[in-house]
């Protein structure tokens, strides 16, 4: 029987003679295919400049390269901000305050000893009801305090965090998921107290470019080096994939890492104006409907 073509196959009403045909439709195309790669492979070995032209004609497209424009991409960083304080002065470091929600229960206590273990210079008060969050701020403010961090719990479950920049914001809440502690990683190391280095991946908008600047503020300026640990907050369509790793060289050429934990992804949801205050940028439920635009 020659080549059969899909037409064909559509008017066939019998379904068993219908697979059969299309089975055997399938093992042509991939004996055609098979046979075009295999000459291609030949002509390749033979010059290759044409896998070369090949592969960079053919790049896939992905989400990411069919990012709707943002204009803000790529711009530099213009004017102050609440932050400029902080990086004008190297000497300053930062001083943290961590707490919880006011019902918080075991699953907030342990995520807090995970983040006293990321960042230096953090104090843990438990967190009693009766206290706002403005309360909480302005205590902190009189106590040179250069940031707050609330967790936020429910039913057992870390599901938020918030950020607030003293003395007077902004004020940044991500929600949380995927949380894995070091412990469950499989080949993890122990981090030490040295202070990590920090890394941040594709933070490539105003907005993107200002939640960078919170996450630079809660690291000292200079990193100890001799630790080898290094924290990586990678932003991959919206969402921050927390990492952090002790390297080691391993030769001139090769370094080897080893995770340490934990392993989390933040999505920011909200940023507001001073200690929650006016809303700055909200994301909205609409906003996901467009699979190809990024707000970081």
């Given at each position: 029987?020659?080549s059969?073509?899909?037409?064909?196959?559509?008017?066939?009403?019998?379904?068993?003679?219908?697979?059969?045909?299309?089975?055997?439709?399938?093992?042509?195309?991939?004996?055609?295919?098979?046979?075009?790669?295999?000459?291609?492979?030949k002509?390749?070995?033979e010059?290759?400049?044409?896998?070369?032209?090949?592969?960079?004609?053919?790049?896939?497209?992905?989400?990411?390269?069919?990012?709707?424009?943002?204009?803000?991409?790529?711009?530099?960083?213009?004017?102050?901000?609440?932050f400029?304080?902080?990086?004008?002065?190297?000497?300053?470091?930062?001083?943290?305050?961590?707490?919880?929600?006011?019902?918080?229960?075991?699953?907030?206590?342990?995520?807090?000893?995970?983040?006293?273990?990321?960042?230096?210079?953090?104090?843990?008060?438990?967190?009693?009801?009766?206290?706002?969050?403005?309360?909480?701020?302005?205590?902190?403010?009189?106590?040179?305090?250069?940031?707050?961090?609330?967790?936020?719990?429910?039913?057992?479950?870390?599901?938020?965090i918030?950020?607030?920049?003293?003395?007077?914001?902004?004020?940044?809440?991500?929600?949380?998921?995927?949380?894995?502690?070091?412990?469950?990683?499989?080949?993890?190391?122990?981090?030490?107290?040295?202070?990590?280095?920090?890394?941040?991946?594709?933070?490539?908008?105003?907005?993107?470019?200002?939640?960078?600047?919170?996450?630079?503020?809660?690291?000292?300026?200079?990193p100890?080096?001799?630790?080898?640990?290094?924290?990586?907050?990678?932003?991959?369509?919206?969402?921050?994939?927390?990492?952090?790793?002790?390297?080691?060289?391993?030769?001139?050429?090769?370094?080897?890492?080893?995770?340490?934990?934990?392993?989390?992804?933040?999505?920011?949801?909200?940023?507001?104006?001073?200690?929650?205050?006016e809303?700055?940028?909200?994301?909205?439920?609409?906003?996901?409907?467009?699979?190809?635009?990024?707000?970081?």
């Amino acid at each position: 029987m020659g080549s059969i073509d899909s037409a064909k196959l559509k008017s066939i009403k019998n379904k068993q003679t219908r697979q059969k045909l299309f089975s055997k439709l399938k093992h042509e195309e991939n004996k055609e295919r098979h046979k075009e790669r295999k000459s291609r492979a030949k002509e390749e070995r033979e010059n290759p400049e044409l896998k070369e032209k090949r592969l960079t004609e053919n790049v896939p497209d992905t989400i990411e390269s069919k990012r709707v424009f943002d204009e803000t991409v790529n711009s530099e960083f213009e004017g102050e901000d609440e932050f400029n304080s902080y990086f004008a002065d190297t000497s300053k470091e930062p001083k943290i305050l961590l707490t919880t929600n006011g019902s918080a229960k075991k699953p907030a206590y342990e995520f807090a000893n995970l983040l006293i273990g990321i960042f230096p210079n953090v104090t843990f008060i438990k967190r009693k009801k009766k206290y706002s969050m403005q309360e909480m701020a302005e205590y902190c403010a009189n106590r040179d305090f250069t940031d707050l961090i609330v967790i936020n719990e429910d039913k057992k479950v870390v599901n938020g965090i918030t950020f607030i920049h003293l003395p007077s914001g902004p004020t940044f809440y991500f929600s949380v998921s995927s949380l894995v502690e070091g412990k469950k990683i499989r080949g993890h190391g122990k981090p030490t107290d040295h202070i990590p280095e920090l890394i941040l991946n594709n933070f490539s908008t105003r907005l993107g470019k200002t939640v960078g600047r919170l996450f630079q503020s809660l690291f000292p300026h200079s990193p100890e080096i001799q630790g080898r640990q290094v924290i990586t907050l990678h932003n991959q369509r919206d969402y921050i994939f927390f990492r952090m790793h002790r390297y080691i060289f391993r030769n001139e050429e090769k370094v080897g890492l080893q995770e340490l934990g934990p392993q989390f992804t933040l999505r920011l949801r909200r940023v507001q104006k001073g200690i929650k205050e006016e809303i700055d940028w909200e994301h909205r439920p609409d906003m996901d409907r467009d699979k190809r635009k990024f707000y970081l």
